[in-house]
């Protein structure tokens, strides 16, 4: 939890009911003070929707975007009393995470007379995940000197895309409580995710880099 914030926001802006364009929302935080990190937060939306060809064809859409960025820095110093011996173990850290999203519904009827309609339902979001930490380590005597130290680097990125829709066509008969519909659906879903880590191990004893780097 986050016991401070900054917060900005606006919205309201509105056409005509039959037609035009709206901003439902928009907004930034920016929390400050207490909790783990410091997150910053955007997001907004935007509405439209209209009427055509003699109000037969009815079009609505939704737009929404969404990010978040939290920044991490942490620094510890632990010290260990044993039997035999003494020693510090110091770290310092940094990490970011940071979410994006867009998102869009559209949703469009055509009424092809009285007693027939087609009806097109879409909707699709694209999302990035972000992850990113540097830690340094070290391990020190009881007189500050150095023991071995370590850097470890960590990146970790998703992207995801879904997209479904349908189109539905509708048919009333004369007899009453008799109808037809026929209908087409799709969706189409993709996901990918790379990863990095690098790490440095330095003993002081033996002078001995051991290295790692995985993709």
């Excluded at 010290?79 to 011996?85: A, M, N, S």
């Excluded at 020190?140 to 829709?165: L, M, P, W």
């Excluded at 087409?184 to 002078?207: P, W």
Aim: no cysteine; hydrophobic share 25%.
């Amino acid at each position: 939890s986050w016991q401070g914030r900054m917060s900005m926001s606006g919205g309201g802006f509105e056409m005509s009911e039959d037609g035009g364009m709206s901003i439902e929302s928009m907004g930034f935080d920016n929390f400050v003070a207490g909790g783990q990190g410091l997150p910053k937060a955007l997001n907004g939306g935007l509405h439209y929707s209209d009427k055509y060809f003699q109000d037969k064809v009815k079009l609505n859409a939704n737009y929404s975007y969404n990010s978040r960025i939290v920044d991490r820095i942490n620094n510890s110093t632990t010290q260990y009393i044993l039997p035999d011996t003494q020693y510090f173990n110091i770290n310092n850290s940094t990490s970011q995470s940071s979410n994006l999203s867009n998102a869009l519904t559209l949703r469009s009827t055509w009424e092809i007379d009285s007693t027939s309609s087609i009806t097109l339902r879409a909707n699709g979001s694209v999302n990035r995940n972000e992850n990113e930490s540097n830690s340094n380590t070290r391990a020190e005597d009881i007189n500050h000197n150095i023991v071995n130290r370590s850097t470890v680097y960590n990146q970790a990125i998703s992207n995801g895309k879904n997209f479904n829709g349908n189109l539905i066509y509708r048919k009333k008969f004369k007899k009453e409580g008799r109808s037809m519909s026929f209908g087409l659906s799709g969706s189409k879903v993709e996901n990918d995710q790379e990863s990095r880590l690098i790490s440095n191990n330095y003993l002081v004893a033996t002078n001995m880099n051991i290295d790692y780097n995985q993709n």
